[in-house]
């Protein structure tokens, strides 16, 4: 039997939070395409690891330090059943302005908007 792989190129230096990988889930409404209408929910979240990220290639297989998904991070001790390791978009916007700055944080999220107008534009 055959395996299929995915193979990308991996990010040498991640934003980490409180020094864990996270990723966003963002809640897109595309009501029209042509012209293009697109709606962006405030209730998107930031999933985190439970365990702090290292380069070190020996920590490669660690999914506990790679993957944000539920399904991995419940395993975890340090995993919260209360917040499911989550924080709200709005949450994760107030500690970037505190630790990177506003304008560095507004840039960040005009990037992600533009990343989405990007792809839905490809469709």
Not at 77 to 101: A, C, M, P, V
Request: proline share 2%; with cysteine; charged share 25%.
């Amino acid at each position: 039997m055959k395996e299929a792989y995915v193979i990308c190129r991996y990010i040498d230096k991640p934003l980490l939070v409180g020094q864990k990988k996270f990723d966003l889930r963002i809640y897109v409404l595309v009501t029209n395409y042509r012209p293009l209408k697109v709606y962006l929910s405030s209730l998107g979240f930031a999933r985190f690891c439970n365990v702090k990220y290292s380069s070190d290639v020996s920590e490669l297989d660690n999914m506990m330090m790679h993957l944000t998904n539920v399904a991995v991070q419940k395993k975890a001790d340090e995993y919260n059943q209360d917040h499911g390791s989550k924080w709200s978009i709005e949450n994760l916007r107030f500690y970037l302005e505190q630790t990177r700055g506003k304008q560095a944080t507004d840039k960040c999220f005009d990037e992600i908007k533009n990343i989405i107008y990007i792809s839905l534009k490809s469709v």
